[in-house]
């Protein structure tokens, strides 16, 4: 892409070398033991961009580039004029993004990667979603089958609260992931909710259980089916056996009763079904591309580069030629690190899966 200054032709590569070198102020706060007179003269000439460029209605909130806060806090001027003589500007902020800046010939839009993992999931174009128009219109009420999607272009888009850098799906998701990663009992993540909800702003929209962070992001979830098993493992309670209450090999109870008198299941497998998992993958752009690198990457005589390079997989190809010449067929590879049939490691096997 070019892009034309004083007649000169410039590409946006040039254009960013420029606007670095222009700026090399910012990472050069201090001469000897004093604030370098240009760093001064150079703040000033940030915070007039931003009064011009104003992000809020209210002048005394602008976002702090500083260090420490990382253009996720809102202070007047003067206390922005300080924290970046304290403590200068956070790492590689030579376009100013975060305050209406953005190079020409890039997307002026910030980018929002909550609201395109929403969009690849339901299997929108990217393009589409990029468009100006906005996505979310409030006058029309979406039929059933597009609610949950519009609810969640809703909630990807909307801040936490006003001058957030933080969406409502941002929070939820991320909390989410934290309780699976840590393992976090319910509770606690009640406890924290709650907490967040008094500690940012009045006027938020942050909720306080994990009960309706979880519902914020249910749009996303990938079905699971919940199947009922013997407690020693025998059989599954399923199909033709879905109306038995004891098994079929051991005579094991399906249930116990509880101290109420409900019946509740000894033991419950989690079956993810693949297909709607394998969709997810192709309907999200990068990994779609990775999922078909193999089709499009030639091989090389002699190197081992991808699971295509192996001979499982030509023999495949020669067996199938006809799947094997749909760049999008999927092949799923069983391998195990060890085996012991008849060992005291006999159960503890593991298996993955690769495609
Ligand atoms: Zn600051
Ligand atoms: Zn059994």
């Not at 007649?7 to 033991?33: A, P, T």
Request: proline share 6%; glycine share 6%.
């Amino acid at each position: 892409m070019t892009n034309v200054i004083n007649g000169i032709c410039v590409s946006s590569v040039e254009l960013v070398i420029m606007k670095r070198k222009e700026r090399s102020w910012m990472y050069k706060r201090k001469v000897g033991n004093s604030i370098n007179p240009e760093f001064l003269k150079g703040v000033d000439e940030f915070l007039k961009y931003v009064e011009d460029h104003p992000k809020s209605s209210n002048p005394n909130e602008v976002r702090c580039p500083c260090f420490k806060c990382k253009n996720k806090r809102l202070w007047d001027p003067d206390t922005v004029k300080l924290h970046l003589y304290r403590s200068g500007f956070l790492p590689n902020y030579y376009e100013w993004t975060c305050h209406g800046e953005g190079f020409p010939g890039t997307r002026r839009r910030e980018s929002n990667e909550y609201r395109e993992m929403v969009l690849d999931a339901f299997g929108q174009s990217q393009d589409q979603g990029h468009s100006e128009e906005p996505l979310v219109s409030l006058e029309e009420e979406p039929n059933a089958q597009a609610k949950p999607f519009f609810d969640l272009l809703r909630a990807s888009e909307q801040p936490l609260y006003e001058g957030s850098s933080l969406s409502v799906l941002e929070m939820a998701s991320r909390i989410t992931s934290l309780k699976c990663e840590y393992n976090l009992p319910h509770r606690c993540v009640d406890g924290f909710a709650s907490l967040f909800n008094e500690a940012i702003p009045n006027n938020n929209h942050m909720v306080e259980t994990f009960y309706e962070v979880k519902k914020i992001v249910k749009g996303l979830e990938l079905p699971h089916e919940n199947i009922h098993a013997c407690p020693k493992g025998c059989m599954l309670f399923w199909k033709d056996d879905a109306q038995l209450s004891t098994c079929r090999v051991c005579g094991s109870d399906r249930y116990k009763k509880t101290s109420k008198g409900s019946l509740v299941p000894l033991n419950v497998l989690f079956y993810f079904p693949i297909t709607p998992r394998l969709q997810r993958l192709f309907a999200t752009k990068n990994i779609s591309e990775e999922m078909t690198w193999h089709a499009k990457h030639p091989r090389v005589q002699g190197t081992m580069a991808h699971p295509s390079d192996s001979e499982a997989w030509k023999h495949l190809d020669s067996c199938f030629p006809e799947f094997a010449s749909e760049p999008r067929n999927v092949r799923l590879g069983l391998c195990t690190d060890g085996f012991a049939p008849h060992g005291q490691f006999g159960d503890s096997i593991h298996v993955g899966l690769s495609f």
